[in-house]
């Protein structure tokens, strides 16, 4: 711990890492005890640092990025449609939130299916032939882009449920 410019600040490593962090400008026995959560939350594994827990949207550009190389034109077509929905309602949230919370995911497939149920209302059919794979196929590439964060440490689950069900 150590005080610059009436700031107080831990840095310290842990298991390789460093982790450096202000408390502000407090006195140093309350800089002395956010030391100590500090401390004791990196230990839990409660801390991540951004780079550890990035936010949805640039972990899905770098998704799409890699998975450009593999995919064929037409599959990258539809992973860029897929991702401007998603991003259009996760937008900025940290991927440690979305974790196996299912009031968001199912927050968004209805959000998605009344959406795509308007438009296809829109194009004359009736609601017998509303179909919804579009949502199956935007959460398969959210499922993707989670299995790949999880093999590289930034993710621990997959947000549930990941299927949608009419």
């Known amino acids: 711990m150590y005080v610059r410019n009436c700031r107080w600040y831990s840095d310290f490593w842990y298991k390789g890492e460093r982790y450096t ?18 401390r004791a939350d990196v230990a839990a594994g409660i801390y991540k640092k951004e780079k550890d827990d990035p936010p949805f ?12 190389t593999e995919n064929t034109e037409s599959s990258d077509n539809r992973n860029l449609l897929s991702a401007r929905h998603l991003k259009a309602f996760f ?15 199912r ?7 009344a ?24 959460l398969a590439l959210m499922r993707a882009m989670f299995n790949v964060l999880i093999r590289a440490g930034k993710a621990q689950k997959k947000p549930r449920p990941t299927r949608h069900t009419i």
């Open 115 to 138: 959406a795509i149920a308007e438009k296809q209302l829109k194009q004359g059919r009736n609601n017998s032939e509303l179909t919804y794979t579009s949502i199956n196929r935007e």
């Open 57 to 68: 949207d640039k972990a899905l550009d770098e998704h799409l990025k890699k998975s450009k």
């Open 21 to 38: 962090l202000s408390h502000g400008p407090v006195n140093k026995t309350i800089a002395k005890e956010k030391d100590r959560k500090f």
């Open 107 to 113: 927050r968004y497939m209805n959000q998605r299916k």
């Open 91 to 105: 937008g900025k949230k940290s991927i440690s939130k979305m974790q196996n919370n299912e009031v968001l995911m």
